[in-house]
């Protein structure tokens, strides 16, 4: 199998075998033996009859479906977000998956063509390349007051109430992570 672009979604590959019992392959061909098409009844599949923990399951399945879709590959769609003239601000988004990565498991990053979600139960952040030199964190905090550094009002089109600007990855800051984390407890 080929090396996927992200190193998060690669590094779970790596560790499939031995945190499920089974390689990607391997999963695969449970999934298509199962002869079910929609994403909650394939991670029942292996979350139910398997034992596979959500985070897996759910990386497993939009593999999956993506493959059997022929849709460009998650890492694939990271990717383009952050080549070209975006290239340098890959490192901003490396830094906020690495905060979301230690807040659970059941953390789910769900790449479209524009933008990252990140979901729990529901989506609570969006990160998005938003210039050449801004990536732009939408956040679910309800009840949270806007500042000068946390934006309010309708962002990313009603999907966030509230906006952070980073133009490095430094700015993956203790409070940029506490307003991660809160997000991610109101999902």
Same mark, same amino acid.
């Given at each position: 199998?080929t090396?996927?672009?992200?190193? +998060?979604?690669?590094? $779970?590959?790596?560790?499939?075998?031995?945190?499920t019992?089974r390689?990607? !392959?391997?999963?695969?061909?449970?999934?298509k033996?199962?002869?079910?098409?929609?994403h909650a !009844? =394939?991670?029942?599949? =292996?979350?139910g009859d398997?034992g596979?923990s959500?985070?897996y399951?759910?990386?497993?399945v939009l593999?999956?479906r +993506?493959s059997? !879709?022929?849709?460009?590959?998650?890492?694939? $769609? /990271?990717?383009a977000?952050?080549s070209?003239?975006?290239a340098? #601000?890959r490192p901003i988004y490396?830094? /906020? #998956?690495?905060a979301?990565?230690?807040f659970g498991?059941d953390?789910?990053?769900?790449p479209k063509k524009a933008?990252v979600? #990140?979901?729990?139960?529901?989506?609570f952040a969006i990160? +998005?390349?938003?210039?050449?030199?801004?990536v732009?964190l939408?956040l679910? #905090?309800q009840g949270?007051?806007a500042?000068?550094?946390?934006?309010?009002g309708?962002?990313?089109?009603?999907?966030?109430?509230h906006k952070v600007?980073?133009t490095?990855a430094?700015?993956?800051?203790?409070?940029v992570v506490g307003w991660?984390?809160q997000a991610?407890? +109101?999902a």
């Amino acid at each position: 199998m080929t090396k996927h672009a992200d190193p +998060q979604v690669q590094s $779970m590959i790596d560790n499939m075998p031995e945190k499920t019992g089974r390689s990607l !392959e391997d999963w695969y061909r449970v999934l298509k033996a199962s002869k079910l098409d929609k994403h909650a !009844e =394939l991670m029942n599949v =292996l979350k139910g009859d398997h034992g596979v923990s959500h985070g897996y399951a759910n990386m497993i399945v939009l593999l999956y479906r +993506q493959s059997k !879709e022929g849709a460009p590959a998650e890492a694939d $769609m /990271v990717a383009a977000q952050f080549s070209g003239p975006k290239a340098g #601000l890959r490192p901003i988004y490396d830094a /906020v #998956l690495t905060a979301v990565d230690k807040f659970g498991r059941d953390v789910e990053v769900a790449p479209k063509k524009a933008y990252v979600s #990140l979901r729990r139960s529901k989506q609570f952040a969006i990160v +998005q390349a938003s210039t050449k030199t801004r990536v732009d964190l939408g956040l679910n #905090l309800q009840g949270v007051e806007a500042t000068d550094r946390l934006e309010g009002g309708v962002v990313f089109s009603g999907m966030c109430t509230h906006k952070v600007k980073l133009t490095s990855a430094a700015e993956v800051d203790k409070q940029v992570v506490g307003w991660l984390k809160q997000a991610y407890d +109101q999902a």
